[in-house]
């Protein structure tokens, strides 16, 4: 029988690429490496993310009436620099009847929070951060259910 996995309040396992993710600076395995080489990333086989595509610029943005359209070219620049990702993703943010202002708020919200600190980057903030949405689903879905 397979033995039952059990979770623990600090994810810090080692997948082996972890290390490899905070060296950017061009240190150690990395050194010399250049952090705005597309071609580094794609031969690396890691998703390359376009400027206008990127959490700082899409956050600047968040405000603006634009914001719709703003992350819609955004999708758009993911999907035309990772073919992987072609036809992928949604691109109808801009569309007339969704609200701007509630579009930009979890912008805000999520770049509010501070990812790159010494604490964070020991644990798996974004297997994190999907285990709780996927929490989040499982209780709105089954919460209405009746067995």
């Known amino acids: 029988m397979a033995k039952k996995a059990t979770k623990t309040a600090d994810s810090t396992a080692n997948l082996g690429f972890e290390a490899k993710l905070w060296l950017a600076a061009g240190e150690g395995d990395l050194a010399g490496a250049d952090p705005e ?3 580094e990333y794609l031969a690396a086989n890691v998703f390359w993310v376009p400027k206008e595509a990127r959490c700082g610029h899409l956050q600047a943005q968040a405000k603006q009436p634009s914001i719709g359209r703003d992350v ?7 999907e035309r620099d990772n073919p992987r990702l072609k036809e992928a993703l949604n691109k109808n943010y801009g569309r007339a ?3 701007k202002h509630r579009l ?8 509010s929070i501070q990812l790159a600190d010494v604490a964070s980057r020991s644990k798996d903030l974004l297997g ?5 949405f996927l929490g989040r689903i499982e209780k709105q879905l089954f919460g209405r259910l009746a067995f």
Not at 72 to 78: I, N, T
Not at 104 to 111: H, K, Q, S, T
Request: aromatic share 8%; proline share 4%.
């Open 37 to 39: 080489d597309k071609n």
């Open 72 to 78: 819609d070219d955004a999708m758009v620049a993911l």
């Open 97 to 99: 009847d969704l609200d």
């Open 104 to 111: 930009g708020e979890p912008i805000d919200l999520i770049g």
């Open 128 to 132: 994190r951060v999907f285990e709780y």
